[in-house]
């Protein structure tokens, strides 16, 4: 079994700054890609940033240039960094990775989510 955990998220001013982060543990032999979603309240969820293990990142247009995404492969960790955040970013911020376990089968994880709120 693989459990991912999620942290920082809150309530911020419209401009203002958050760090999101990502651990993964559990029975995992390696982690392709790992990435952050985002639900708003009546609407679906949406890809927010992605990353693989070699480095390579994507983003939504709505959030390049003001998102950073990272991860730490050691740790199993994956970080969102969001700068000048703005009212429209409110939403659950759920995190997910594709997991190949020891069984050798890959398995897409995600986590509990974490509530951004950004006020105007």
């Known amino acids: 079994q693989v459990q991912l955990v999620e942290s920082g998220g809150g309530l911020v001013q419209a401009g203002g700054s958050l760090r999101l982060s990502c651990a993964a543990s559990?029975?995992?032999?390696?982690?392709?890609?790992m990435g952050w979603y985002r639900q708003a309240p009546g609407k679906q969820r949406e890809l927010v940033a992605i990353?693989?293990?070699?480095?390579?990142?994507n983003y939504a247009d709505s959030v390049k240039g003001r998102f950073n995404i990272s991860r730490d492969n050691a740790k199993n960790t994956v970080f969102l960094q969001m700068n000048n955040l703005k009212p429209e970013d409110t939403a659950v911020y759920y995190c997910n990775a594709d997991v190949r376990t020891w069984s050798g089968y890959v398995y897409r994880y995600w986590g509990q989510g974490t509530q951004v709120t950004v006020s105007s």
């Open positions: 559990g029975s995992i032999f390696s982690i392709n890609v």
């Open positions: 990353t693989t293990t070699g480095g390579s990142t």
